[in-house]
């Protein structure tokens, strides 16, 4: 069964709150949409997923145009572990590598999405993917690549 989890941290609102997309809105020339849980790292999005399961589809658009988040992590998590301690952990060792700023410095906000595929019936230590995706700080859109 996939489960869906969308956790919010530093302080910020809800994702669905966050993202100010028109739901109606036709998607950037140059964009496709994929499902959230396809999402890799460098991909750039233009809109994240309601936290209501309403819709399962994001809308990935080229970093060089302006964007919502940008997915900077993508990390196997085992299923003991797939709480809020550890993804805000996890992600916020993982931004300094990809962007060489820490969350401190206050350019940016990090979210993440928990892609948990369990099968019970299987003895998988590592069921579930944690999907970090960065912000701007001041709640801005991003234009560029946040990779260093």
């Known amino acids: ?76 998590m085992a299923v003991d572990t797939a709480i809020a301690n550890v993804a805000n952990r996890d992600c916020t060792a993982g931004l300094a590598p990809y962007t060489g700023k820490t969350l401190d410095s206050g350019q940016f906000s990090i979210n993440y999405l928990i892609d948990s595929n369990q099968d019970r019936t299987a003895a998988n230590p590592l069921p579930s993917t944690l999907i970090c995706l960065l912000q701007a700080g001041n709640g801005q859109p991003l234009t560029g690549s946040a990779h260093r």
């Open 1 to 76: 069964m996939r489960m869906r989890s969308l956790q919010a941290v530093c302080g910020l609102a809800a994702v669905a709150v966050l993202s100010g997309a028109n739901a109606t809105a036709a998607p950037p020339l140059g964009s496709h949409t994929e499902k959230w849980i396809n999402l890799q790292v460098g991909d750039c999005v233009a809109d994240l997923p309601p936290a209501d399961l309403s819709r399962v589809t994001v809308t990935i658009v080229d970093c060089s145009t302006a964007h919502l988040a940008e997915v900077y992590l993508r990390a196997p």
